[in-house]
């Protein structure tokens, strides 16, 4: 249950700005920038103090690269260590069920990448802060929106820091950009929208595996189960077992009978497993769930990325649509600052454009669902063989690669909007 500041607009310490962004995540920092480059004035709020998003994503599909590569920060943010992935296969018992190959995509958007978070974060704030009209207030959370009552337009937020001294800011707009639990959308009471169609637990943990890449993203599929195995720099494999709700919490179950089971599904870590999983403690439990929140846009507010739509970790969408999210709303925005207020009815194209995108990842996930955690057996090895032969082989394979790389609705940065004076400062 959130508490708003119940009297928000006396906050002792005030600023203004154009744009007030609630969350440095991928969404938030991006469009950041945009807006920045576009002379926009922004106020980035963050609840942290650093890079490290332990428990996010870092499979980065081609729409999402060619975004930052479009925002020039592609190159130095690989460059701080990253690995090329050749794409997605589904796995049971050895056998490649699916295999979805990136190489067929035109270069050099032609793999999947993995970019630690903090890496393209970095990067994404190095750029914001060489631009004017730059506040960042880091280790801030969002405590109240500034609105004459709740649904009524929205004029800012009250934000506290480590003092735990209130800060007004005000600003034309509000962009709620902080993840999946939103403050700024429970704030704002708009329900998150939570559906049961993809609802996991996902058991996250990380091994040292020098040499051991497998240059590709893989699904291994299990009785009930699917175990997500990916190549992470550096020298590392991510691991996420996702089970259905309260497939995990079974009594009693301890870290030797994880480690067998797991070692069962994967043969070849079998020893990394065995060395080093050796208590539960190294193994991090998240409720991973779809959702769409009931409403995005309000006057003088907006929720983009996680904030507005959640999905599952299968398929690697959340970082794309965060950043796709990014690059519809901004010349919506740029157009609404320049007549002075942004209402509602300003954002309602974005909000229709980005829901229908958020939308066909929801079906698309609850088809993956069906394929991960649906019946075993011969019937459904079948299905999921006929399936991996149209995408492997047939020009269907490439269109469905290419939804996958780069969404329904692939969006690019409108660089056009970006003004003289920020283009020339950032090089
Ligand atoms: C286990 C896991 C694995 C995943 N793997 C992938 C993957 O491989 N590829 C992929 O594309 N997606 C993946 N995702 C999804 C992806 O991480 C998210 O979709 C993406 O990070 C969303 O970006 P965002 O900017 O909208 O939100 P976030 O990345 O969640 O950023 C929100 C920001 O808001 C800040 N914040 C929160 N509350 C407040 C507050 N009250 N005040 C101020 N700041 C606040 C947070 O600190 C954070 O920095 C995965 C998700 C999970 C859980």
Redesign the pocket.
Known sequence: MDHPDPCPATAAAETGTDVCV?????????LALMLLRSGVRVTL????TALR?E???????PG?QRILDELGVLAAARARGSLALSGFQVLERERVLLDIDYGRLPVPYDHLL?LP?PHL?AELLDACRQLPGFTHLEG????ALLEQKPGSPCTGVV?RGPDREPVTVRALAVVG????????RALAGIGPGRSDSFAHD?V?FSLHAPGRATGK?RVHRAAGSAVLV?DSHPDRLRI?WTLPHGGWSRPGRGIEEIRDELARVLPQFADLLHEQLTSLSGLTL?D?FASHAEEWTRDGLVL?????H????IG???????LQ?AAALHPVLVEALGRGAVTRADLEPYARRRAAAAAAVHRMQRMQARAMFGADGAVARFALARAAGLVTRTPIGGKITRKVAYGTDPVAVRTDLFTAAAAHRTG
């Open positions: 609630v969350g440095a995540g991928p969404a938030g920092l991006a709020v963050e609840r942290s998003r428990f996010h994503g870092e499979i980065l599909q999402g993995a978070q974060l801030h959370r969002v405590s934000v950009a902080d993840g999946r639990f939103s403050k700024t996902v996250w993203v990916q996420g998240l991973v983009i990325g996680d904030s507005a959640t999905h599952g970790p690697a969408q959340g970082i794309n649509l965060a999210d």
